[in-house]
């Protein structure tokens, strides 16, 4: 059993995840983004970013609505999040586009395996591993290395003014490396909670089913943006990736 302050702090944790998402929700409903594929990577960032995500989107993410485009376009201007968008900030802005198709395979992956727990087998459990979490990681990469091609060819190919083929080249490159970040932070910390933390707090890993998990998932989301973001930084700074 989990201590009980921890078993609270858990629900708390992912009530404002979730609070701070419909908050988002409703702001990108009310004020579409100008790139479509924000209006998912916003609310999908505040259910780790919680608060933090909140204050960027009111601070900078409204500087990238379709009205704010379509007045700058009208009086011949750049649009206001490309010239009031600090670069740090548009990293990372480029880092949780990335990182919202991470958690959207990432979230899918796990539940996947937790209802079937035979896909599992089918990517390397009792086979390759003995240890079932390792087989889910590999699933979860390929569930969270497809969405992240996905929102980035969204992001890509309208800037650009790219061909099919050529958005999903420039996406590959633009989120191989990104996204290779993001779960390396992603699974460094989950090992820690699930091999470490929770065997000392509880005496066991916290099972898919619990709050405990889902609290764990929700903290190491913003260790796989920590780890993506001099990646991202490196990207944007090159070209690779667009100034969002």
Same mark, same amino acid.
């Given at each position: 059993?989990?201590?009980?302050?921890?078993?609270?702090?858990?629900?708390?944790?992912?009530?404002?995840?979730?609070?701070?998402?419909?908050?988002?929700?409703?702001?990108?409903?009310?004020?579409?983004?100008?790139?479509?594929?924000?209006?998912?990577?916003?609310?999908?960032?505040?259910?780790?970013?919680?608060?933090?995500?909140?204050?960027?989107?009111?601070?900078?993410?409204?500087?990238?609505?379709?009205?704010?485009?379509?007045?700058?376009?009208?009086?011949?201007?750049?649009?206001?999040?490309?010239?009031?968008?600090?670069?740090?900030?548009?990293?990372?802005?480029?880092?949780?586009?990335?990182?919202?198709?991470?958690? /959207?395979?990432? +979230? $899918?992956?796990? *539940?996947?395996?937790?209802? #079937?727990?035979?896909?599992? @087998?089918?990517? !390397?459990?009792?086979?390759?591993?003995?240890?079932?979490m390792?087989?889910?990681?590999?699933?979860?990469?390929?569930?969270?290395?497809?969405?992240?091609?996905?929102?980035?060819?969204?992001?890509?190919?309208?800037?650009?003014?790219?061909?099919?083929?050529?958005?999903?080249?420039?996406?590959?490159?633009?989120?191989t490396?990104?996204?290779?970040?993001?779960?390396?932070?992603?699974?460094?910390?989950?090992?820690?909670?699930?091999?470490?933390?929770y065997?000392?707090?509880?005496?066991?890993?916290?099972?898919?089913?619990?709050?405990?998990?889902?609290?764990?998932?929700? /903290?190491?989301? +913003? $260790?796989?943006? *920590?780890?993506?973001?001099? #990646?991202?930084?490196?990207? @944007?700074?090159? !070209?690779?990736?667009?100034?969002?």
């Amino acid at each position: 059993m989990f201590p009980a302050w921890f078993h609270a702090l858990a629900i708390l944790a992912l009530l404002l995840g979730g609070a701070c998402s419909l908050l988002l929700s409703v702001q990108v409903i009310r004020q579409p983004q100008h790139m479509t594929v924000m209006n998912i990577v916003w609310p999908v960032s505040a259910l780790f970013g919680t608060v933090a995500t909140v204050w960027a989107y009111f601070r900078y993410g409204r500087l990238a609505t379709m009205a704010a485009h379509h007045h700058a376009k009208a009086h011949g201007e750049k649009p206001p999040n490309m010239t009031q968008t600090p670069f740090p900030v548009m990293v990372g802005k480029g880092a949780l586009h990335c990182g919202s198709g991470c958690m /959207l395979g990432d +979230v $899918a992956a796990e *539940l996947l395996a937790f209802l #079937v727990p035979g896909v599992a @087998v089918w990517f !390397g459990w009792h086979s390759l591993f003995a240890e079932k979490m390792y087989a889910v990681w590999v699933l979860d990469f390929v569930f969270a290395y497809v969405l992240g091609i996905v929102f980035q060819y969204y992001a890509i190919v309208p800037m650009r003014g790219l061909s099919p083929r050529e958005g999903l080249i420039a996406a590959v490159k633009a989120d191989t490396a990104s996204l290779i970040a993001w779960q390396v932070g992603m699974y460094g910390f989950m090992a820690f909670v699930q091999f470490y933390l929770y065997p000392y707090l509880a005496g066991r890993p916290a099972p898919v089913n619990s709050v405990e998990f889902w609290f764990a998932m929700q /903290l190491a989301m +913003v $260790a796989g943006f *920590l780890t993506s973001y001099p #990646v991202n930084w490196w990207l @944007v700074s090159v !070209g690779i990736k667009e100034r969002m």
